[in-house]
């Protein structure tokens, strides 16, 4: 059985080398003996989102995020339906802004985005954060790595994905990050953070493959992904207790 797999907006959104989020999970699942089928495409007009187990988004410039959202605007219910629906989603960088109600922009001008959740997220072109993040999630024991790279601030974000150690959470006066509805996964974190984070990669792979007859999850590992994550964690907590020494 192939689990089939959105790219969706791939050139217009793929910043950072977010498309190995895409051929990593593709190479997990292929591990454990499954086949992932990948779509990609930079226009949701002949899209069926309901025909596919999982959707991701990566992150794009602002003017590439304002052009992605008009497009996305354009089936928002359809959208939202397979959200409702259980369908598994990623979205990182800048592409989780979408899934709040709007993004202001630096000069104030105002872009409906297509609700699924309730933030709202403003942007400033006067400052952008940038910084590694370690953050934990409240369903897995493991810690997160990666990188934040935004120049918005998101605020009434009901469900956060991640609690912040280090890094930048979504604003300034409380320590989330991200957001989660269902088994649609927001967050600025980057790195690719499947490739930063092989369990989370393990995690989704659990979602995709729970309805498949047969389908026992098989423990891999990635020696070099996992000793990656590794001395990344090591070192950045290294940096954390010396900034707090």
Do not use: W
């Amino acid at each position: 059985m192939a689990i089939k797999i959105l790219h969706l907006y791939n050139n217009l959104m793929n910043l950072y080398g977010e498309y190995a989020n895409v051929s990593i999970l593709a190479r997990h699942i292929s591990q454990q003996g499954l086949e992932a089928e990948i779509t990609r495409t930079d226009s949701c007009s002949y899209i069926n989102f309901s025909d596919f187990e999982f959707i991701y988004i990566g992150s794009g410039t602002e003017a590439a995020q304002k052009a992605a959202l008009a497009d996305l605007l354009k089936k928002k219910d359809e959208f939202c339906a397979a959200a409702n629906s259980g369908t598994v989603m990623l979205l990182t960088g800048n592409a989780f802004e979408m899934l709040g109600k709007a993004v202001t922009d630096a000069y104030g001008k105002r872009f409906e985005a297509i609700g699924l959740c309730d933030f709202e997220t403003t942007e400033s072109y006067e400052k952008r954060l940038t910084g590694d993040a370690i953050c934990s999630c409240s369903f897995m024991t493991e810690p997160f790595v990666g990188f934040i790279n935004k120049c918005s601030t998101t605020t009434k974000t009901e469900n956060p994905l991640f609690t912040m150690q280090m890094g930048y959470a979504n604003n300034a006066s409380e320590p989330y990050e991200g957001c989660r509805f269902n088994n649609v996964f927001g967050t600025h974190l980057i790195g690719p953070v499947f490739v930063k984070n092989p369990h989370f990669t393990a995690y989704i792979i659990k979602l995709l493959a729970k309805d498949i007859d047969g389908f026992k999850y098989k423990k891999i590992v990635n020696l070099y992904e996992q000793g990656a994550y590794e001395i990344t964690l090591r070192e950045l907590r290294n940096r954390l207790k010396a900034t707090a020494d």
